[in-house]
């Protein structure tokens, strides 16, 4: 696996820890929960904690912050908003809606 690669499956961890990426219940599609809101900085502020922690989960970005919090953001536009299975599907806003509300239980 290349390295960027490698950058981009960690950002998208620290993105789930959060609730700034989500997986579908049903699909199992990784979507993003929002764009540039609380849940993105975040996901940003852990990690950078883990940066300042030396967790072996940070290792790949040797220390960069800037590097990091770039990939976590980019997280956000690479995934869609919304999982793609349940825009497709009759009654999807519906079923995000409650996903969402079991989440929050």
Not at 13 to 42: Q, R, T, W
Not at 45 to 56: D, T
Not at 73 to 84: I, K, S
Request: net charge negative; proline share 4%.
């Amino acid at each position: 696996m290349i390295v960027e690669e490698e950058k981009f499956e960690v950002a998208t961890e620290i993105g789930l820890m959060v609730g700034y990426l989500e997986i579908c219940p049903v699909h199992e599609y990784v979507f993003s929960a929002e764009i540039d809101g609380e849940l993105m900085k975040n996901a940003c502020a852990l990690g950078n904690f883990f940066i300042s922690k030396k967790k072996p989960i940070v290792e790949i970005f040797q220390g960069n912050r800037r590097e990091l919090t770039d990939k976590i953001q980019e997280t956000g536009y690479w995934y869609p908003l919304g999982c793609p299975g349940c825009e497709k599907s009759e009654g999807g806003e519906i079923f995000r809606w409650i996903s969402h509300q079991l989440k929050k239980e």
